[in-house]
């Protein structure tokens, strides 16, 4: 038998060759993607991590931490960057500037030795072939090792100090200071830099919640309540969420408790209809196909054909059958949806300005413009959405955004042309430390400092009957 290359097993103590993964080379290509290429942050470190799977888990967490980290805070970084360079950041070859940024997260917010960041980037620098850089990036880096303690930084109590403390951009910091008061803007921007908890939802249609804690503790999770909804658990120090048996089984899904309390205050139930107009990926419609205990209709709509397949595989891996994914586009009517649906979910697509925490390449991608854009496909939306609601039954508007434009505005605009909508009280869907005076008036703003969760907008509508 001829053995080829892939079957071939080494026997014990066979000479086997070795290969190395640095992960700061990992971690340093995957910046030059997302800042060069537009790659998504989460999307390039999923491929580059599988591409290296032969990286140990500590090697892995690395290279996560170094590029969430320096996506977090690289308007800080290219600032102090800036302050020690002669070429400036915006003039550098990407795999310089890619290999400086990465350096300057590790000395100052990881605690690598300034050295040891510094020779290493070095090396990065001479195995890429760009040679003559060399003492250009270490005169840089070891200078900006040297001066932590006097980083020149603009004044304290304007938009310009929060945005290069705390890396958001300039216009969200202007907009946010003027919606929340730059106090409330700053606790905001600190919560963002926090790295987050993943947080998950129970599939209560196929287990309970102490069971799956007990499961995960015993893999070294550290487990702890929801804060907002009981069927939600946080979970720090998880392995890759994706290779848990408790996940391949469907136990659960991750959903941040944002989006949980969102279809807490739907309150859908066993039996009923409903319709969810921007379903992909699914995180809400199976929380709501949980909720209503697999029993009922449950059309879950997205107008991309390739999101549609991530509602079906993920409704396929926690068992919930009643979920019929249709690929459609929301701003078009469909007669045949007109009255028929106790409630209809509107998750409109927006801005996404509340997951910077979570997504942090959000705040640099992003420059305001499609908000403009964003707004009449929202209201669009929200006007068919309104039109497939029975008489009595519910519409329930959500954003994973901070903009009052996308949030109360286009609520204010819905509910002055449609008198037959009334907003519904939603404080008793709240716990008491979440208590805000428009909870009456049927909406809410979760700002991540004062909710832990993403920052979100909820809006309670009900038809009149
Ligand atoms: C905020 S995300 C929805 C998240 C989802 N509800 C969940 O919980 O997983 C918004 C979704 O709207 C979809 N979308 C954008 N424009 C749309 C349209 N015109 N019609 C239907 N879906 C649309 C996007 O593809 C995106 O998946």
Redesign the pocket.
Known sequence: MIESACNHIPDEGENRIMIQINPREIAAQAMMEIMEEGAYNNMALRRLLRQNGAMPPKDRAMVTEIVNGTLRNLYYIDHVINQFSKTKTEKMKPWILAVMRTAVYQMYFMKVPDSAACNEGVKLVEERGLEPLKGFVNGVLRTVGREKENIALPKKGTPEFLHIQYSHPLWVIKMWTAYFGYEETENLCRANNCPPDVTIRVNTLKTKKESLRKELEKLGTTVTDGRLVSSALHLKKTADIGRLKSFSEGLFHV?DES?QL?IEIMAPKKGEKVL????????????IGERMENEGRLVC????EH?IEL?TQGAQRLGITMIEPIQ?????FNENYADAFDRV?V????S?LGLMGKKPDIRLKKNGDEIDQLVP?QR??LENGARYVKQGGTLIY???TLCKKENEKNVEWFLSSHPEFITEDITEFLPKTLWQETAEKGYITLLPHKSNTDGFFIAKMKRKG
Do not use: N, V
Not at 301 to 304: E, K, L, P, R, T
């Open positions: 959903q989006s969102a969810d107009l921007c379903a992909a990926p699914g995180g809400k419609s199976f929380t709509g997205d107008i991309y999101k509602i459609q586009d929301a701003t078009e979910l998750d409109a697509p927006c996404g496909i669009q939306i959500s954003t994973c």
